[in-house]
C-alpha cells in the first residue's frame, strides 16, 4: 500500500501563485509515476501534470509553459508549482501514485481544492 498526502491548496486570484505538495509513504519503490490530476464539478478527472522516477514529464496542454512539476525521491514527495492561474483551473487536485508492475498498481490522495477567484 502506499499513502498520499496532499497539502498547499487554497484561493488565490487570477493571475496569482500556488504550490501543491504531496507526500507518499508506505510501499513507495521504483519505478514508479507521481503526479497530479484535477477534477472540476461535473467533469471528469483529468490529467494535470505527471513526472517519472527518472523524471521523465508529461503535461496537460492546458498548463504547459504555467506549471512546473517536480520530485524528490529521496523524500518520496511531488510537487505542483502553478503560476499565471486562470479560473477554469479550479478544481480538486489529486496527487497520484503508479507503481509499475504486473500489474501496474494506482493510489489516490484525498485531493485539496484551488480555487481562483476572477
Known amino acids: 500500500q502506499v499513502q498520499l498526502v496532499e497539502s498547499g491548496g487554497g484561493l488565490v486570484q487570477t493571475g496569482g501563485s500556488l504550490r501543491l505538495s504531496c507526500a507518499a509513504s508506505g510501499r513507495v519503490v521504483r519505478p514508479n509515476s507521481m503526479g497530479w490530476y484535477r477534477q472540476a464539478p461535473g467533469q471528469q478527472r483529468e490529467l494535470v501534470a505527471l513526472?517519472?522516477?527518472?523524471?521523465?514529464?508529461n503535461y496537460a496542454d492546458s498548463v504547459k509553459g504555467r506549471f512546473t512539476i517536480a520530485r524528490d525521491n529521496a523524500k518520496n514527495m511531488v510537487y505542483l508549482q502553478m503560476s499565471s492561474l486562470k479560473p477554469e483551473d479550479s478544481a480538486v487536485y489529486y496527487c497520484?501514485?503508479?507503481?509499475?508492475?504486473?500489474?501496474?498498481?494506482?493510489?489516490w490522495g484525498q485531493g485539496t481544492q484551488v480555487t481562483v477567484s476572477s
Open positions: 497520484y501514485f503508479l507503481r509499475w508492475g504486473d500489474p501496474d498498481t494506482e493510489y
Open positions: 513526472m517519472t522516477s527518472s523524471s521523465s514529464t
